[in-house]
């Protein structure tokens, strides 16, 4: 044990075992929140690392050992996290930690055999969440295909808005626009929330001018937005043709996901082995031995003329390489998944078409169940928590389930955080879109989005 546990006065106890990149971006987000974090991991070097970046307490050994646990504080613990490398040893580490402690546990689980029992194995062991970050990024890879136009596409209000980020093109529509401009010249069932210009994250008001280069976020249903970017002059069809390097587990599931999108789909994937198992699982796909860093096959197999070209290789490096070429031989949707979470700001002045990071939507899961849990006692629920432009604003989804001091009021009437817009309310399945005439009761979910992080309360829109 490397540093003695901090006297703990706010937020919750949490023991997070495995210190790899998930591990470490749970920490750094947790930790943050104010929580109480202990680490465990075998890798001695690795806990003092993480340990002393961000002041946690650290614990070397087999986190599915019950002596390991105790020594970590297990029986005080609110939540244990296993995101091992192994599946069964987090289904172990938390079929433990319910025995020994009180506390709620999630596992990360990314077997394909497994992630089907999920349900079951989540009854059974009792588990608060199992978190698959494979899945999750292959659900995003398949949800931005389907609007290729979109740099990212989020669900919100269970599946009933999306949150739509997009960047505007030069000599574009809506180029020199302000955002109420905007509002009365098409649809009015989008609501722009936040805008990049500049590396600086904005809320817009109305009289707030959109210019080219803007990265801009916007919610609305999946239909509105199909009509909003055909109605500014963007392609919206969604793609018919998906070439994949990597033939992993993410790979497989976005396979799975395409496929019954009526999507056809070819794999490049160098491990024969691997490859005879793919054609077993996805029969529907053209699956490829090969390199699919060789420039000849990538030319051979048609890279040129796919609608959509998506590298889920294991190394970062090749994967943006990758997509740098399609980009440069094609007209190809690219998305690119990058799995080590540092040098942001070097990735964002690439050229690479969506970007994503499994591991940040797995910690963005865990980071909403917790702050939904400190928040119990109040009776409101962060229901979906998204991080936007490398956390310098969040969306964060509520459920409100009590009468407060936000209730029943008018908007305009509330005293709101500055940079925070209720952006929408859903309330018996129909979305709102609020004005200052609008008010907030029980039974809705309502998504704010805000420059302050750290929303765990409804009450905290207040200033």
Do not use: W
């Not at 020199?176 to 600086?200: F, P, W, Y």
């Not at 069809?237 to 019954?260: D, E, F, P, R, W």
């Amino acid at each position: 044990m490397f540093q003695k546990r901090k006297a703990q006065k706010h937020g919750l106890y949490i023991i997070i075992i495995g210190c790899g990149k998930v591990g470490a971006t749970l920490t750094e987000h947790l930790s943050k929140e104010g929580h109480d974090i202990t680490i465990i991991d075998q890798n001695e070097e690795r806990v003092q690392e993480i340990a002393g970046i961000y002041d946690v307490m650290g614990v070397v050994g087999n986190g599915a050992s019950y002596s390991i646990q105790m020594e970590a504080g297990i029986t005080d613990a609110d939540l244990l996290i296993a995101v091992t490398a192994s599946d069964e040893l987090n289904l172990l580490c938390c079929t433990i930690a319910k025995q020994v402690g009180d506390c709620s546990t999630i596992a990360r689980v990314r077997t394909p055999d497994y992630s089907k029992e999920a349900a079951y194995l989540r009854e059974k062991l009792g588990l608060a969440m199992i978190i698959n970050p494979e899945f999750e990024a292959a659900r995003e890879a398949s949800r931005i295909l389907s609007l290729p136009t979109a740099l990212e596409v989020t669900p919100f209000a269970h599946g009933l808005a999306e949150m739509i980020k997009f960047k505007v093109p030069k000599d574009n529509f809506i180029d020199g626009m302000t955002v109420a401009e905007l509002g009365m010249s098409k649809t009015t069932n989008i609501h722009i929330c936040a805008i990049e210009r500049d590396n600086q994250v904005h809320i817009p008001s109305g009289n707030f001018k959109i210019a080219a280069g803007d990265v801009v976020i916007f919610i609305t249903s999946h239909k509105v937005a199909k009509a909003f970017f055909k109605d500014i002059g963007f392609k919206t069809n969604q793609v018919k043709s998906t070439m994949i390097v990597g033939g992993g587990t993410a790979a497989y599931y976005l396979s799975l996901m395409l496929l019954n999108l009526g999507v056809s789909v070819k794999i490049i994937e160098k491990d024969r082995k691997r490859c005879e198992e793919l054609s077993m699982l996805l029969p529907n796909a053209v699956i490829i031995n090969g390199d699919g860093t060789d420039q000849a096959l990538l030319d051979e197999e048609g890279i040129h003329y796919t609608n959509a070209f998506v590298p889920l290789t294991g190394i970062d490096e090749e994967n943006i390489m990758l997509t740098l070429y399609a980009r440069h031989v094609s007209s190809a949707k690219v998305i690119t998944k990058i799995n080590r979470i540092t040098f942001k700001d070097v990735i964002n002045n690439l050229d690479l078409g969506s970007v994503i990071y499994p591991k940040s939507l797995a910690a963005e899961a865990i980071v909403a169940y917790v702050r939904a849990k400190s928040a119990s006692q109040q009776h409101s629920e962060v229901e979906t928590l998204y991080h936007m432009f490398d956390s310098k604003a969040e969306a964060v989804e509520f459920n409100v389930k009590e009468d407060s001091a936000v209730t029943n009021i008018p908007l305009k009437d509330l005293e709101l955080k500055e940079n925070l817009l209720v952006s929408l309310i859903c309330r018996e399945g129909k979305i709102i879109f609020p004005g200052g005439n609008d008010y907030i009761q029980v039974g809705d979910t309502v998504m704010i989005v805000t420059t302050y992080t750290g929303l765990a309360n409804i009450q905290d829109i207040l200033k």
